[in-house]
Each structure stands twice: as C-alpha cells, then as structure tokens.
C-alpha cells in the first residue's frame, strides 16, 4: 500500500513568522495587503506540455471488492482492504460525488442525506477514468500526473492496468500524461525504476497522449531528498537515477521538499546537486499551509527565491497549489486556492502542479465532492464543500481550477479577488420555503436533537443549513439532508439557540426558521476526558497513557526517559468545545517541584493537528496540590494531545490526571 505524504515532517514555519520578516523592496503594494513582485521572470524552457501548462496529480488507487481489479479489495478505501468501509473504518476524509459515475459499489455506511444509498467509484473501471478525464478536459486540465509507487508488490498488476485505462482516457479527452514515480517505501528504487521504465513504462511514451517537454518524454521522480525514514536514499544513488533517466532521453521532474533550496527543515542537507540536476524543480506543498497569511509567506520566502535561483540556472519551476485539507476546514470556499495561483501568477510562474486531483483520503482533492450532507452518507461524520456555510457545487475546485490556470496564462486579468461562482445557479433564483416548526426533540449535557417541517422548492430542496444563534451572530454548525439534526459539543448546563434555513442545488438558501433555546443538561464542571481512549508515543514500565484517564491520583502516565518529545493524547469520543484542562501529578510530597514544558494541539479527525496552546513552562508543586490549569478560547476538537519537551524534575513527560472541561 502506498503510503500517504501526510507522513512527510511538516514545516515549523507558520503565518505568526510571515508578519515578522522584512517584504523585500523591490515590492509594491497590493490591494489585498500582501505585497506583490514584478511578474518579470522567464522560464527556461518554451510551453510544452509541462510549461506554461496545469498539471494535475492523479492518483487512480481506490478500488473495490468486486469491480474485477487484480487486487480484489477496498485499495486506499478502507484500512483493511477486505472489508467495507463503514464509521471508524475508512480511510477517505471526505465523499465523492457520485452522480456521473455508472456504476458504484456498495458501502457499509448509512445512506446519504438524500436517501440514496452511499456507495463508491473504483478506479479500475474505465469509465471512472473516462470520467475524470472528461472533468479535466472541460477545466483546464492540461495533464495528469499519474502517480506511480513500488510496482513490484502486490499492487503492481491493478497499477500497471491503471496506465493502460490512464492513456486510454487521455487519448479520448485530448489530455496528456506522464508517469511519477513515488519513492516512498522503495526499497530498491535504484535499480526497480530502471528496470520498471525499461520493460514497462517507457513503451506508453509511443501515445500521441504522452507528455513532452523540449521534444523529450517526461518522467518525474517525487521523494528525493526528504528528510524522514521513508525516504533515506543517498544523494548518490539518487543522482544516479536522474542521469539514468536523463542518458534514456526523458525530461526529468524532481518532486522535491518544501525548502529544497536551504536544505533546512523537510530537506536533508547535502542534496543540492541531485536537485540541480532535475529539468524541471516541484516543490511539494500539502501541509504546509492552511490560510492566506501562509500563502503569502511562501511567496515571499520560498516562491520568489526559489524562482529567481532556477532562472539563474535554467532549470525549469512547478510549484503546488493546494486546494487546502477540506477534513481541517482550510478551503475557506476556495480563498486559499486562489491565493495561491494570484501569487504564483504575479511572481511570474509558468506552470503549476495541483495537489492533487482525486486524494480524498488527505481531503485535498479538486475532483467532484458531496457538496452537501444531501450528498454524503448520514453517518459519515466527513466535512461537504458547504463546510463553512456558503454553499459550493461539487465541481467548484474544478471550474476554480479552470479560472485559476487562465489567469496563470494570461487569459484573463490578474486579480486578488477570486471570481469564479461557489455555484451555477442554471437559471434557478428561487429560494427554498421557510422550514416550518422549529422544535427541541432531545437533550443531554453536550446535544440538543432538533426536527422540523420540510420546505418546498421549484426544482428540489437540497438540504438543511442548522445555525446556532448567539446575540447578533449565526453560526452554522451542521447541514443535513433530512428532517432532523443532532448538534453536539454544547457546553453543559448552558442555554443555547438555534434556527434552521433550507437551500437548493443551485444556491438558493431561504430565510431562518423561527428560533428555539434549549439548556443542556449536567454541570460545567463535567470532565469530558474520564475514562476516554487515550493514545501516547511511548510509556515507562506499567505506566500507560490509561492512567491518566482513570481518576485515579496516584497512578501516572510516564513517557520513555531521555527522548524528548513525547506526547499524550485523549480521544472525547466527539467533537465538543472546551475551554481548559486540568493536569496533576501525584499529590505525595515525594513529588518534589518541577516544571514541564509543554503544548496543546487538537484534531477534529486524529490525524491532521493544529495548535490550540502553544509551548510554554508549567510548575507543578505538591504544596498546592501538584496541579496546573490550562485555559484557552473555546475550541472544537475530538482529540487533545498533550507534548512534552522538558521536565526539570524528571527526564521524561508525566501526568496522573489529564481533565478536560467545556468551561
């Protein structure tokens, strides 16, 4: 199995560091307030089928039991391929839309909001291929990247059929393709990739669809150079693998780290001539931002950098553009992607790789998405493109893709503002009815369950939009394709308001519901954390990460001595809104002073993190009960995980109670 780039190390930068570098200044002022660069640069090379174009990563690795493919199981849909994906059993972060696809395979899920049953495309059919090439071809995809790991394993026959229905699409569509070759877990990729392109790959190059640059057919080589276990190949074996491929005629991609160019961070020194040796440098970017002020900072600090040192050398650039982790809120209703190609475009980049095309298990895909819990399974618990309240057709990142690569080409006007509509309307300006009936149907400490009276409208109503109301403010916190909608991760003891809207597919949302107040039950002093799972990096002895959630002062969770960083982790079950969390150390005065360096972070899917407390000293000290209390704005997460980088009274992380509260 192919393992996912969430693993590659993550950069430290963050948008806090943007604010505090100097802006260069040759610089000018831009209308949105980031600073703008003159759009003076060349490529290297002249347009091809790379330059000047938008590249697409095409993964093609979902495949189902049953649809024929030599693999025969649920490949990259389920973390164990043999059975169904079903709740807590998937490994997809957001649903496909399913409505151009023939045919579908059944899920053990419930069915989606709209009573269809919730079922998945496999890759392996030619008319999914046939299908999202055709999507490509109507959005300015150029070409597609198709990605290409270790094919000597089990894998290998479904990935060599993949090629064959890749070319054949390309063929029909008008599109280009080329193999990437994912090192990831390669053992012997020194020697397999040369055999692989010699007695395989290299014969697809005969297809008018085959990609070339400067006359020659391309190759790209992702993972050189990283800095992390999956990667650890030597800069010499790895420059030999790029002057094989050269001396074979191919233009050569290098898939590269972030911070190639310092060779800091996820770049291990010592690779700066096996990344001068590529035609062509595509610095990855997943993970690496989530909001405007990040975009902005590469810009400045690795885009424009890494553009005029390329120039300088002649060496052609592609970077990323992420459509942003739709699991983790990023997309900000195609915000961040926009940003990213105004600044590309105004920094005077030819060609741009997108990350990636149909990578629903990092949720940053562009491909078609449930644009609505109409259009997702009930129970999935996945973000839709509505996430953020403004609702988006699931071929948004598509046509934002579209508008986004012929600003890049000079088609149209560079602009700050992104233009392109969350939805096409088709001529439908009519809202939805009022829902009728507003009603409280449950309550328990965290949830308050609601129902209501369906809306009507002259195409169909799409779903519910549920807001929760606060003085002046709406906040929506759920949308659903029924008649009902559990919001959950409410303060206890506390009253809460709340009103529903009904909208189409074309956009159309209608006015509020009349509002209900409900007061959850139990007290604020409810600790959400007692008796949850917990997770750790490591423990000491017989002392578990278990302790720490048993209520039970005298035992503690102890990390491995000596290896700092070490973490903890608590998993609430749902995603709530706390407030703080109360850590202790055993009250016995044996216990002497000491003070733990730690922070907070918190995840809404127990995979992708983001800060919630940064790292700071805490003391704990018997004479006043050897507990520290760690208070923080409201934040919304089912996993807090505690990380540990110093402890001045013992060489290792330590905690007997972790507590979480809502208040």
Known sequence: MGVSRRSVVASGLTAAAASALAVPSEATADPSGATAAPSNATAASPPGDIVGKVTVGYQGWFACVGDGAPINGWWHYSPNWSQSP????????????????????RTNFANL????????FSSYDQQTVDTHFRWMQQNGCDTAALQRFNPFGGEGPTRDAMTAKVRQAAEATGRK???????TNWTNMQSETKTDWTTKMSAYTSSPAYARQNGLPVVCIWGFGFNDDGRPFAPAACLDVINWFKAQ?????????THWRLGTDDSRPGFENVYRAFHMISPWMVGRISDNNGADWFYQNRVLPDLADLNARGIDYQPCVIPGDLAAGHRRHGDLMWRQFYNHTRAGVQSVYISMFDEFNEGNQIAKTAESAAFQPTNSGMRAL?????????????????????????????????????VVSNGDTSPPTVPGNLRVTGVTDTTVALAWNASTDNTAVAGYRIARITGATSTVVGTTGTLAF????????????FSVAAFDAAGNASAGSNQVTATTAGTPNTNLAQGRPTAESSHTQVYGSGNAVDGNPNTYWESANNAFPQWIQVDLGSTVDTRRIVLTLPPASAWGTRTQTLSVSGSTTGSAFSTVVGPAGYT?????????????????????RLTFTANTGWPAGQVSEFRVYPT
């Open 177 to 183: 393709f080329y193999i990437m070759y994912d090192v």
């Open 113 to 120: 909001g709209n009573g269809q049953p919730a079922t998945l």
């Open 486 to 497: 559990t919001v959950t991760g409410l303060a206890p003891a506390t009253a809460h308001t």
């Open 249 to 257: 005629g191919c233009y050569v991609i290098g898939g590269v780290p």
């Open 620 to 640: 704990f000290n018997p004479a006043t009960g050897n507990t520290v209390t760690i208070t923080y704005p409201a934040t919304a997460a089912r996993y807090l």
């Open 386 to 422: 509505d996430e953020d309240g403004t609702p988006c057709s699931a071929d948004y990142y598509l046509r934002l893709t579209n508008d986004g690569g012929r600003m890049l080409k000079g088609q149209v006007a560079l602009t700050p503002t992104r233009f392109t509509p969350t």
């Open 86 to 105: 079903a709740p807590g059993a998937c490994s997809i972060t957001c649903w496909p839309d399913m409505r151009d696809f023939t045919r579908g395979y």
